[in-house]
Every structure is written in structure tokens, then in C-alpha cells.
């Protein structure tokens, strides 16, 4: 995803720098970003509640 593709633009030279990479990258999501995986998130249980758990496409 977003993240991974940023964190590997470039190759990680070490793997603090692999971690400082990850740190700034996560820092960097736009709250919209977040809120629209919340609401997804949300919609996919509820779609799960009304299949009682049950396989379902969404």
C-alpha cells in the first residue's frame, strides 16, 4: 500500500533507518486517509452483523 510504497522508494540502508522511514510515513497520512479507512472499516462489520459472520462480497 501507501505506506510501503513510500518506506521503498528507496532501499532501506539499515533498519533504523527502515524504522525512521516507517515513523515518517505514518506521520504523514492525511487525517481524511484515516477517516475513510475507519468508515470502510465500519461498513465491513455491519456488512458481517447482517451475514452473521457468514463469507460476504462488499
Known sequence: GCIRDIVYSQKPTTVENMKNRIRQ????????????VRDDFH???ELCIQVNGQVFEH
Not at 25 to 36: F, P, Q, S, T, Y
Open 25 to 36: 510515513a505514518c506521520r504523514n497520512i492525511n487525517v481524511g486517509v484515516l477517516e475513510k
Open 43 to 45: 461498513h465491513r462489520l
